[in-house]
């Protein structure tokens, strides 16, 4: 393996703003997911992956042809976008080699402060390249870790026609992060028995489980009038919006007093004034069927502010995100089996986890499509504090090369 490909593709990457707008109407949201695209599909070309295209939606999609006949085809998936709640502008990587262990001050925001009482998994790559940010900006690595993962191994079968393998599709989508990644993407486009997304943390982690998810907002309404004669006829919004928000559980439900299978509601968002607020929510718990619970819980919130000032109007409106992926992996079991026995090959310990979010894996396989997650060396997402380290990119890469063979029946 060329780990100066792998490492030079990285850092590429996350130079190119692909932070996704939720309040955007396009698709994809943000215009440098189309730039990053399109140099995925241009790298994919030059690689010698003829079919490479990106279609009308950004999505880019590629085929290294197989080389053992009857091999079932399999696919491996990336989102090019970054989470929306920090700026991923101007990314400036920061490449630590032989990295000594202790604490990573950022040089450009000393706050910032990567700190090995919260990231115990430094002490793993003690002596390995860390890339990190320079701390006013997130670093990218969910998921362009995944998208340079995939390239490489892209690279090295099309490099080594002797390593066996079936098909293998590549896609790569837009807008995971705001819950859009597979909007215009049905199965039948892969064509692949199997698929697996290449968006996980450490190495070694196989993920078969994911939150279901729920959004809701809440639209609180109150009365707006002139201060000066607010008095018996203003009705605030912001203060009501403040209750609605006290109201919500204090030791339970939230991410900040939640672990291992605990589910939550989190607000996320708030904007508006004294006429109207909005509040996003984002509700999560791994059995479905507590969702319209937690839901009922925000309309029960809604219902009591209303009854303390009337005149106000509390709207509780939710929509569907993805749901746990475990039935529909459990329809196949090859897919967690092969990539056990591929991760083991790969020189790993396989540790099999639960996902505390959701992938785009989450949608194809709720659409038919088998998608368990694989580690890519992903840590402190959606942060300034985020970083990976090279060395687990390359044991990633090397999982997925297995895992062509394993598929192949080799």
Known sequence: MNTNTLLERFLRYVRIDTKADEKS???PSSPGQLVLGKMLRDELLALGLKDAIQNEHGLVFATVPGNVP????IAFNAHVDTNPE?????VDPQVIRGYAGGDIVLPKDPTKVIRVKDNPDLNAVIGKTVITTDGTTLLGADD????AVIMEAARILMENPQIPHGPVRIVFTCDEEIGYGVKHLEPA??????AYTLDGAASGEIEDETFSADAATVTVTGVNIHPSIGKGRMINAVRLAAMFIDHLPQRTLSPETTDGRNGFLHPLTIEGGTGE??????LRSFDTDELPVQAELLREIARQVEREYPGSKVKVETRKQYRNMRDGIAKEPRAIKYAEIATKRAGLEPKFKIIRGGTDGSQLTEKGLPTPNLSTGEH???SPLEWTCLEEMEAAVRVVVELCQVWAGR
């Open 144 to 147: 362009k870790a995944g998208l």
């Open 277 to 282: 607020v909005k509040i996003g929510f984002l």
């Open 380 to 382: 402190n997402p959606h």
């Open 25 to 27: 109407t396009t698709y």
């Open 189 to 194: 486009e892969i064509g692949a028995v199997v």
């Open 70 to 73: 009857g091999a079932p085809t």
């Open 86 to 90: 920090n700026s991923g502008k101007d």
